[in-house]
């Protein structure tokens, strides 16, 4: 740390004094020359930023221009470093978050600093343990701290986190942690063709000190009980057969250790174009019977409670939720691919109908069932993740070139403009018709497949694969070169533009 100290300083003659200042140790910084106007009294301020403690004598040393020398005797004691509390650290129990120790050398010294962690298995240090925290001369370093809560509230979660050194014993930081109820993880996307299946594999691990008996519940296939959720999930608790978890995977009392593993395999079966939702729902218990204790229950806000069902400060079980939706494609047309094919430096111009199939109205459709907005992906507007937890009232599909690969992509999107015709459907055949006009103007010749996307987030995914082949381009000019005789030789200049920038 560094302290501040001022000395009185007075000029009791009628003329400008000079002064040149000579401080006696590198821990104390100050202006090394003053200038005093007649009859001035001032203070002048030095700095002391020792890098030991213990007591110590240091001089500073007045040498005016005119006249003697004088000097002051600082006697100096240096305390140890006065310990720091971080704020509380706050944090789902099952994840970490991350908080930065700021460690500032004032000194002129360089510090080799060692450290010690009373809590490692809630608190991780992000540095090398095999070589000393070297910290240069008036600089700073941050020490980067994982939280891990292994327990709902503050139970067992604080530390010292202590760094020490040749210079002094000990430097303190105290960190305290709040472990919080677990959210709804960000939503997982599956993607298959109807008829086949995908699979994901879901990892838990046991973030408590305590052996656990835990249950999974996947709820499209059954309610979930003694669980009170927010709102916005009941669409992902409809009854549905498109996922289902793996026959090897035990689903009741499955029993974990501190830190212990389980993989939670998922399956999604589409049989037909329609959004599929579900919930993976870990609830762990302890193994001892005993109910889990919420040692911060008075601090949670009420509205919290009542979402949560609590209403004590202990509870049976801690639940842990995995939303998945399931996008469904639909098989790929039978007919070939349409190919679409200019000469380089040239445009063409085609009309592409597709039909989309699905149930889009159902038995007794309605004027919202029938609306639908057709937009490109590329809009700004979609560029937002999509909010799969509310029903949207109107079907919105969104439409893209898919190239091959994001290189492919960036290499040719510009060469492909596609805009959208004409829209129609079909109530009695379940049936939607858009047309579309494709522009296309390639600047040299390739071949390459593609594809017309059609992304509907209420129903899934429909492809309609393509073939883009620019051949050579056209002869530009003939050159003509006149011979001047023979053994001659005859030149002509020519321009080249390059189209690109």
């Not at 999107?413 to 079909?426: A, F, K, M, N």
């Amino acid at each position: 740390e560094t302290s501040c100290i001022e000395i009185p300083i007075s000029n009791p003659k009628d003329k400008i004094i000079h002064i040149d200042v000579i401080l006696t140790n590198p821990a104390l910084s100050g202006l090394q020359k003053l200038v005093l106007n007649p009859l001035e009294t001032t203070k002048y301020i030095v700095w002391y930023s020792p890098a030991t403690t213990g007591y110590n004598e240091e001089s500073i040393i007045f040498q005016p221009e005119m006249g003697e020398e004088f000097w002051c005797l600082l006697k100096l004691t240096t305390e140890l470093p006065k310990r720091k509390e971080i704020p509380e650290i706050y944090c789902d129990l099952g994840k970490h978050v991350i908080q930065t120790i700021p460690l500032y050398n004032p000194t002129h010294e360089t510090l080799e600093l060692q450290v010690t962690n009373s809590n490692p298995g809630n608190f991780v240090l992000e540095i090398n343990r095999t070589l000393p925290l070297i910290i240069l001369p008036h600089s700073t370093k941050e020490v980067t701290v994982y939280f891990y809560p292994s327990a709902l509230g503050r139970a067992g979660h604080e530390t010292c986190i202590n760094f020490f050194c040749a210079q002094f014993e000990e430097w303190k930081f105290y960190l305290l942690g709040v472990g919080l109820f677990p959210q709804p993880i960000e939503i997982a996307e599956m993607t298959t063709c109807i008829g086949h299946q995908s699979s994901i594999i879901i990892p838990f691990k046991n973030p408590t000190k305590e052996d656990v008996s835990i249950n999974i519940i996947l709820t499209n296939e059954e309610q979930p009980r003694h669980l009170v959720s927010d709102n916005c999930w009941d669409s992902f608790i409809n009854e549905n057969s498109a996922f289902q978890l793996c026959s090897l995977c035990h689903r009741q009392g499955i029993m974990l250790p501190p830190e212990g593993n389980v993989d939670i395999p998922v399956l999604f079966v589409p049989r037909n174009m329609t959004l599929c939702k579900t919930l993976v729902i870990v609830q762990v218990m302890r193994a001892n019977g005993e109910n889990w204790t919420v040692d911060n229950f008075d601090e949670l806000d009420t509205e919290f409670k009542r979402i949560m069902g609590i209403d004590k400060d202990e509870i049976r079980g801690i639940h842990w939720i995995y939303p998945i939706i399931g996008l469904p494609q639909a098989p790929l047309p039978k007919i070939p691919p349409t190919v679409i094919q200019c000469k380089s430096k040239k445009k063409v111009e085609m009309t592409l109908e597709i039909k989309l199939i699905g149930h889009f109205f159902g038995q007794d459709s309605t004027p919202e069932s029938t609306q639908f907005l057709v937009i490109p992906k590329r809009s700004s507007y979609c560029n937002v993740s999509e909010d799969y937890t509310v029903v949207p009232k109107i079907r919105v599909f969104k439409y893209e070139i898919e190239f091959e690969s994001e290189i492919m992509k960036s290499n040719l999107e510009s060469t492909v403009d596609l805009y959208l015709s004409t829209q129609c459907y079909d109530i009695q055949n379940e049936m939607i018709s858009l047309v579309f006009k494709l522009v296309f103007t390639p600047q040299r010749p390739f071949r390459t497949n593609a594809a017309l996307k059609i992304e509907s987030i209420k129903d899934g995914i429909w492809k309609f694969p393509l073939i883009l082949m620019a051949t050579d381009p056209d002869m530009e000019e003939i050159i003509n070169i006149r011979g001047v005789g023979l053994q001659k030789e005859s030149t002509m200049n020519f321009r080249l533009t390059s189209p690109t920038r």
